[in-house]
Each structure stands twice: as structure tokens, then as C-alpha cells.
């Protein structure tokens, strides 16, 4: 059909559909080159957006061209006809930086997606899931904890794998409380069997800094 195509506004939708299709399937690559074919048909705002968007959203380091990639997303930040949307910026740049390995760089952006999410729940659950996931990977329970209960206030019951993050929200909640008391309780037991003299000293220093 986009061989076909002999109206531009046609071959300009297929296309992007075709780049939906392959991303849906998994073949990253292809709808890379077909998003990347769409942002030069010169095309209407919406299209321009989402093709960029989207392409980072399909990145693979080694086969993309992430510097590109990075300076459209940048440039599109800077145009203020963009600043509602800057919350799926800073999500396309974290995913390009995750991509590349970069995942302190991503959990930057990432956060950034986060907070300026205000009016866009869908994104704002989102870019708190992914930061959770992250956090979760890397055994940092209590961050993890905090970025899914923030997603959870966004959650609607039809997102994908609701059942699954509302399991997993509770059981890490319920972790976390426990990691809590024990370290809580580490803490006071070194404090006793401290000397008195060094227990004081460490209690007026907390009692300075509050």
C-alpha cells in the first residue's frame, strides 16, 4: 500500500502504521527506519511528534543512531509548543540512555518525566513504574517502594498487569515496614552498647542536625 501510495497523506499513515506494526512484533530495527522515514516526510505536528517519541522508545544501542536520535528530542524540548508534553520527552531520552546502559543517566530523565507529568496520568504512571522496576532490580526495596505507591495513585484498574503491580505493591510494602524495624532496631542495639560517653556524643550530634 505505501508503494502504492499516490497521496502523501496516505503514504505518510501507512507508514507510520507500518513502524506500529513492526514495534508491536518486536522488530525494533525496521520500525526504527520506518519511524525515521516518517519524521522525513516533513509531516504534520502529531506525526512528527509521536515518530520521534517513539523511535527512542525503540532505540537499540549499536544499530541507531542515538546522537540523532538525542538531538531531535532536545530540540523538540526547546520548542515551546512542546512544553506539555516534556514529561514524554524527558521518558524518549530516558529510554535511550537505559538502552545504552546508562541507567543512572535514565533514572535522571526518568524522574524528570515524573515530575513534570501533571496533567498526563497515563505518563506519570508510567515513567514511576519504570523508575520502580529499576530500583526493584537492583534490590533498593525502600526507592522501589516509594515509586510504586506513587504509581499507584495514578493506576487504573484496565493498565497493563494492574493484578500483578497491586500483588507486588503490597507484598514490597510489607517488606519494606520489616527492613524498617530491623534497621531501627540494629541501630538502637549499637547505640546501647556503645561507652556512655560515645552515646552521648552521638545523640547530641542527631539533636544538632535536627
Known sequence: AVEDATKKNDRLRWTFILAQLHQETGDPQKASDYYRQVIKMNPPYEFSFNARINRAGVFISGSDNAREIRDELRKMMK???????????????????????????????????????????????????????????????????????TAMVYLTQDYPGYEEILAKTGSLSVLVENLQIVQLEDSLQMLARMPEAERIAVIDSIISRI
Open 79 to 149: 520548542d515551546q509548543k512542546n512544553a506539555e508534553f516534556r514529561d514524554q520527552i524527558y521518558y524518549a531520552l530516558g529510554n535511550v540512555d537505559f538502552r545504552e546502559g546508562n541507567v543512572d543517566e535514565a533514572l535522571i530523565q526518568y524522574k524528570k518525566s515524573s515530575a513534570f507529568s501533571v496533567n498526563n496520568t497515563q505518563q506519570k504512571t508510567t515513567s514511576c513504574l519504570t523508575i520502580a522496576n529499576i530500583y526493584y532490580e537492583r534490590q533498593d526495596y525502600t526507592q522501589a517502594d516509594q515509586y510504586y505507591d
